[in-house]
């Protein structure tokens, strides 16, 4: 490829070295925007291990090993059979993505505003009622995984519903919540409990599955405590704690890129 851009440089045919070029910049975007789909989450290591096994092929064929090579050539012959079934919920999630806006996230700036304005009051409301909750927002790590047990809702996040989620009437109001682009999807699903030794051991079931899916995945979780009221925040296997009102708030704005957004629309209006 490098070798072909600068013979068309050589040669002044500029409109196929235009063409390399932006074919160049095509593959690196797919390639980029693939690993951001499936960062933070399981499938990082099932792809490592399938290029293990496209490396042990290729040795397998350069030293001799003729069974192994017979037998892995089975597998490299089906190998993007293999992506579509082992990534199926990565694929139809970017593809969705993508049919929504190629370039762009999913919800606006005022969306998101109001997304995390009804957060923040759900959270506080929760807090004052001493009523536990676990509200995972998932990012970019695919939650589909999580969802199994769950109950279909895929509303809009609002302090009412949130609310009428978690009430002890309601029969969806164990397990966690689960957000994606701005909604609320599923409600009522279990998270993996984290086996961290630094955890505080006044800390129950609630923080550890809100810290265990923290650790697996980019989601960011919000829990309140049934016990103490207590609201606290989770990301990246990390946990902190007594959070109010407005500590969150700004916790989410920078989680979520909303401050450099914001930032961003001041600079363009000057």
Not at 21 to 37: E, F, G, M, P
């Amino acid at each position: 490829m490098i070798a072909n851009i600068f013979d068309f440089t050589i040669s002044g045919n500029w409109m196929e070295f235009v063409v390399a070029i932006a074919d160049l910049l095509i593959v690196w975007y797919v390639v980029y925007r693939t690993l951001l789909l499936i960062k933070g989450t399981k499938a990082v290591q099932v792809l490592f291990g399938l290029i293990l096994i496209i490396i042990a092929f290729g040795l397998s064929k350069f030293i001799g090993l003729t069974t192994l090579n017979w037998i892995l050539n089975y597998f490299v012959s089906s190998f993007i059979f293999i992506l579509i079934v082992v990534f199926q919920h990565d694929i139809r999630r970017g593809l969705s993505r993508v049919g929504r806006n190629p370039f762009f996230q999913g919800i606006s700036t005022l969306e998101e505003v109001f997304f995390i304005e009804e957060l923040v009051k759900a959270a506080t409301a929760l807090s004052s009622k001493r009523l536990g909750a676990l509200v995972v927002i998932e990012r970019e790590a695919n939650l589909a995984d999580y969802t199994e047990e769950g109950t279909h809702v895929d509303a809009k996040t609002t302090k009412e519903l949130i609310l009428s989620i978690l009430h002890p009437t309601s029969p969806i109001h164990d397990g966690a919540i689960l957000v994606q682009d701005g909604r609320i999807a599923y409600a009522g699903c279990f998270l993996p409990l984290s086996t961290s030794t630094r955890l505080s051991r006044e800390l129950g079931t609630r923080h550890r599955a809100g810290l265990g899916i923290s650790e697996e995945t980019d989601a960011l979780v919000i829990i309140v405590s049934e016990e103490t009221g207590k609201i606290s925040f989770a990301m990246d296997g990390k946990i902190t704690r007594d959070l109010d009102a407005n500590t969150l708030k700004k916790v989410l704005q920078n989680t979520l890129g909303l401050s450099s957004k914001k930032d961003k629309t001041k600079k363009a209006a000057k």
